[in-house]
């Protein structure tokens, strides 16, 4: 294993500190644009459609963590083996873990490998994952937060083999407008723009933008409407999305479910059932079922309507990593 510190100038090894111990950081979050843009201190990465996860050894065994800081290590039991065997005693990683569906990836499949408590049942499952890393966060007992992206990407590439199932995240540096088109005609999920040149900060910010093809986010589920004909289960979810302290009613969601999708979600929303809607705004569904905002789902559509409704939406998948009052309209 290499001394990422080998390849620093002397500027940059200024900006170096102790890391403090753990296994976690805050990941950085990026922001949703519709401006397309091309700029040299900007790279370009691929948006993956999976799971966020941060991945840390405190000289112990690997550990793996959701967005919202909460353990996974059990759904990606290859993952853990994979970093293991790295020989990397103290590290902490940010990536996205994903399975593919052909040549894409896909939320969907990744989640029969979500919530999952026992690892050899995650093995069971037949999904395959791969863990895509895109950031080195801290290496060696050092926090490497303070250097810029691109010496961060430089010492990654260093300091880690990457063999399935661990992926480096490819960029490219330039050209964003035509790298754009590029990941659309490929039917992906699209881009991420990020500074080159700032640290790693936790949170949200403009230092990280998205480019997206396709329109997809976070809803809170609020309730569900009943079945008809021959379904089983319930015929739509009714979901929203919080405007500062109020959940505000988004629209009804009837397609993208399988058999076990529409029996396992019901008996979830049978526990949390309630008498009152959790919308702010009325909600006109005959016999619609409330329940507690506490289920987030990835929902995919066309566009929002002029009254702030979803068009032709799409359930992926519930969401295990994000927390329903962090869930907001994407602007």
């Given at each position: 294993m290499n001394d990422p510190l080998r390849l620093l100038d002397d500027a940059e090894s200024g900006l170096l500190r102790s890391w403090p111990g753990g296994t976690w950081h805050e990941p950085a979050l990026a922001t949703l644009t519709h401006h397309r843009f091309s700029g040299p201190d900007w790279i370009f990465e691929r948006k993956l459609d999976g799971a966020r996860v941060i991945a840390g050894c405190d000289g112990d065994r690997?550990?793996?963590?959701s967005r919202n800081h909460k353990r996974v290590d059990a759904s990606y039991p290859e993952i853990i083996d994979a970093l293991a065997a790295q020989g990397a005693d103290r590290f902490v990683l940010d990536g996205e873990m994903v399975a593919f569906e052909g040549d894409r990836t896909s939320f969907a499949r990744l989640q029969k490998r979500l919530n999952l408590t026992d690892p050899r049942a995650a093995r069971r499952t037949g999904v395959a994952v791969h863990y895509y890393v895109f950031d080195l966060i801290a290496f060696g007992g050092v926090d490497l937060t303070r250097l810029s992206l691109r010496?961060?990407?430089?010492?990654?590439?260093?300091?880690?083999?990457?063999?399935?199932?661990?992926?480096?995240?490819?960029?490219?540096?330039?050209?964003?407008?035509?790298?754009?088109?590029?990941?659309?005609?490929?039917?992906?999920e699209g881009l991420i723009a990020k500074r080159a040149d700032r640290p790693y900060h936790g949170g949200r910010s403009r230092d990280w933008l998205k480019f997206?093809?396709?329109?997809?986010?976070?809803?809170?589920?609020?309730?569900?409407?009943?079945?008809?004909?021959?379904?089983?289960?319930?015929?739509?979810l009714l979901v929203g999305?919080?405007?500062?302290?109020?959940?505000?009613y988004a629209g009804k969601v009837g397609t993208g479910y399988d058999e076990r999708t529409l029996r396992d979600l019901r008996g979830r929303l049978d526990?949390?059932?309630?008498?009152?809607?959790p919308f702010a705004d009325p909600v006109t569904e005959p016999g619609?079922?409330?329940?507690?905002?506490e289920l987030v789902a990835q929902v995919g559509f066309t566009e929002w309507t002029g009254d702030g409704k979803l068009r032709h939406p799409r359930f992926s998948g519930l969401r295990n990593d994000k927390r329903p009052r962090d869930v907001v309209r994407e602007t």
């Open positions: 690997p550990v793996l963590w010496s961060r990407k430089r010492l990654l590439r260093e300091c880690f083999d990457f063999a399935d199932p661990l992926r480096f995240s490819a960029h490219r540096a330039g050209d964003g407008e035509a790298f754009f088109r590029e990941a659309c005609r490929r039917g992906w997206k093809c396709v329109a997809d986010q976070e809803f809170v589920i609020g309730g569900y409407t009943d079945p008809k004909g021959s379904r089983f289960g319930f015929g739509a999305y919080y405007q500062e302290s109020r959940l505000r526990e949390l059932a309630r008498e009152r809607s619609a079922h409330w329940v507690a905002p």
